[in-house]
């Protein structure tokens, strides 16, 4: 058992008998002083570090740390949080919780905060390594109960780390009764358009101890969930690579591009978001296995039933309808937002987007608009 633990160690957060030997190794890091001065922007430096030396468990770390610092990003840069859906969730049950991705840390930072407040389960989240190069976001990472997803890997790596991956996502779900959160594909989504890739669903089946694939996602209680945010704190930050994609060419990160766009995430303005907790797929998952005769057809039907539940309970905003019109030259949803409202998003696609570079304006507007377009799929009438 020691054995089969330690083929984890590369990518598992810390244990609660490391937490505190973590945090003493970054207790004096500048960043967890702006950390914890955010998160107690009133408290003297000499208390939290003295909460920090007692704290032990990562539980204990996350409801009396980071559960405050979510507080603070709600009040300085949202107008609210609203959810959905909770109530379907057993308090003792964990789930394989399978997202739309819009922020590096805050999707599943805020999942945390709500399942913590309505008593469930809460999770342990892919990050990938990529985004915790730096020592100290690493063992932040750690602390938060985050296992790294590995990056820029050979075919052969590839297919090594994803079947580590698949069995730490079992073990966890399985033998742990942990709840676990991935992005429905890799990276975060830079168009609107949320999308589950099949190959993440094969890949976390990998780790499957079940004769039969749909057997195993059954057992395991996958759960979509929709996430939204009336403004997009990194839209503009997204649009580089956009552009690159366009022109056929491979797309190269700034040296901090990765850092500027988490602390944009978590600072930058986000009025209004919604998280909608999904139907645990079951009935759906007994209706793919009876109609698909393959593996290979039941993942992509799978893929399309969690598709359409983030999709049909995403929740729309004044900003995509505003988007939508713009970019379609309408005014289909005029009577769904205020001139004001126009006019703010308006202010904030001439301050971000260059209006010379065409591309750059439409990608910016779809970004907004597609998630209107994907909702008409599920719904004749908005």
């Not at 945390?112 to 976001?137: R, W, Y």
């Not at 742990?176 to 190959?199: F, L, Y």
């Amino acid at each position: 058992m020691i054995t089969k633990m330690k083929r984890f160690d590369a990518i598992r957060p810390f244990y609660d008998t490391e937490i505190n030997e973590g945090i003493l190794k970054v207790i004096d890091h500048p960043m967890m002083k702006a950390l914890m001065n955010f998160c107690f922007p009133k408290v003297e430096d000499e208390v939290w570090k003295e909460q920090l030396r007692k704290t032990h468990s990562i539980r204990d770390f996350q409801c009396n740390f980071i559960y405050y610092g979510v507080k603070q990003v709600l009040e300085k840069s949202s107008d609210g949080l609203t959810t959905s859906g909770f109530e379907k969730l057993d308090k003792n049950t964990p789930y394989l919780y399978i997202s739309n991705h819009r922020d590096i840390v805050l999707d599943t930072t805020l999942l945390n905060a709500c399942l913590f407040e309505n008593g469930k389960l809460m999770t342990s989240s892919a990050i990938g390594d990529n985004l915790v190069k730096k020592p100290f976001l690493r063992i932040l990472a750690k602390l938060n109960r985050n296992f790294l997803v590995q990056r820029g890997l050979t075919p052969r790596e590839l297919l090594v780390s994803s079947k580590l991956l698949s069995e730490y996502m079992a073990q966890l779900l399985v033998h742990e009764n942990r709840s676990v959160w991935i992005a429905q594909r890799e990276g975060r989504t830079k168009d609107g358009n949320d999308e589950t890739n099949p190959a993440v669903l094969k890949m976390i089946g990998m780790g499957s101890d079940e004769s039969d694939l749909m057997d195993y996602f059954r057992k395991i209680k996958v759960v979509p969930v929709s996430i939204s945010y009336e403004y997009d704190p990194t839209d503009a930050l997204k649009m580089p690579q956009l552009m690159a994609e366009n022109n056929n060419e491979i797309y190269i990160k700034e040296k901090n591009e990765d850092i500027m766009t988490l602390l944009s995430g978590i600072i930058g303005q986000k009025k209004r978001i919604h998280i909608h907790i999904g139907d645990i797929l079951e009935n759906e998952i007994d209706e793919i296995k009876v109609n698909y005769d393959t593996t290979n057809k039941q993942v992509q039907a799978l893929a399309q039933v969690i598709d359409d539940s983030i999709l049909s309970n995403y929740k729309l905003w004044p900003t995509n309808y505003i988007a939508y019109d713009i970019l379609h030259k309408t005014t289909k949803y005029q009577n769904l937002y205020t001139e004001n409202e126009k006019s703010l998003f308006e202010r904030r696609l001439e301050m971000r987007i260059d209006h010379c570079n065409p591309f750059a304006l439409q990608s910016f507007l779809a970004m907004y608009a597609n998630p209107v377009v994907n909702k008409l799929k599920y719904e004749n009438a908005i």
